[in-house]
């Protein structure tokens, strides 16, 4: 079956296109081959920052609803001990994570930037978000893109970027406050509690970041599977390979 390839229309200079994901627009009647999208340094921050997030998750949820017993004395068991080691570790990971991709944002091709700015001045790129709505709820044409669909685009910077900076901000900042007011920790991260105000308060933000986080990640992985069973646009396999198929 034949497929339509669309691209976006231009904005004010050629220089810009590709930096919204557009889609490709291959000869009339020639199948564009396979794309290089995600190069190696991001697919390893994909699969680790996932990885920290089962991680957080599971831990993070004992923390904050532990369980009433622990059979025998705490002194040998020290499994709350361990659970709280965890989370920190894997915090740790996820933070020096999160800041080597900023950095890959900064020296890496306009795919590696995608997900960390929104085009909101682009008429064009809104039209196409509207058009992705209406593909999802099958009613639409499907479009190929490169990177991330508009719509994509949007709900990972607002359901994936901004709420996992609040995550590690606000469970950094509550790691100062129990390392102590002395400590480097609370020197960098102090200033969480000043502007959202008390440890409860931090802890709530925590806690809805990290939701937040969790139901985008169950809503990507089912987009990504859908696109892949409904489109065929090898979206699960570009972020083990690194390139793009469209068939």
Do not use: C
């Not at 691209?7 to 291959?26: C, D, K, N, W, Y």
């Not at 105000?197 to 986080?213: C, E, F, N, P």
Request: no cysteine; net charge positive; charged share 15%.
């Amino acid at each position: 079956m034949s497929k339509m390839y669309h691209r976006l229309t231009p904005v004010s200079s050629r220089v810009q296109e590709g930096h919204f994901g557009e889609a490709i627009l291959p000869p009339i009647g020639v199948q564009p081959g396979p794309v290089y999208v995600y190069d190696a340094a991001i697919r390893l921050w994909h699969w680790v920052t996932m990885l920290a997030i089962i991680v957080l998750g599971v831990t993070g949820y004992f923390i904050g609803s532990p369980p009433p017993s622990i059979g025998g004395e705490a002194y040998d068991a020290y499994l709350f001990g361990w659970i709280r080691f965890t989370h920190f570790a894997a915090g740790m990971i996820l933070g020096v994570a999160f800041v080597l991709r900023l950095y890959r944002v900064l020296v890496g091709g306009k795919h590696a930037r995608q997900i960390f700015w929104i085009p909101f001045w682009s008429l064009a790129w809104w039209k196409e978000i509207f058009d992705e709505i209406r593909w999802y709820l099958f009613i639409g044409k499907p479009k190929e893109y490169v990177g991330h669909n508009p719509l994509a685009h949007i709900a990972m910077f607002f359901m994936f970027v901004l709420p996992m900076l609040v995550l590690l901000l606000t469970g950094f900042a509550l790691y100062a406050e129990g390392a102590g007011v002395q400590t480097g920790w609370y020197t960098w991260f102090g200033w969480v509690f000043t502007v959202l105000g008390d440890s409860m308060t931090v802890r709530t933000w925590h806690h809805v970041a990290m939701w937040v986080v969790v139901i985008f990640s169950i809503v990507h992985m089912y987009m990504a599977i859908r696109e892949d069973m409904t489109h065929r646009q090898t979206t699960v396999s570009s972020m083990i390979s690194g390139w793009r198929f469209y068939r």
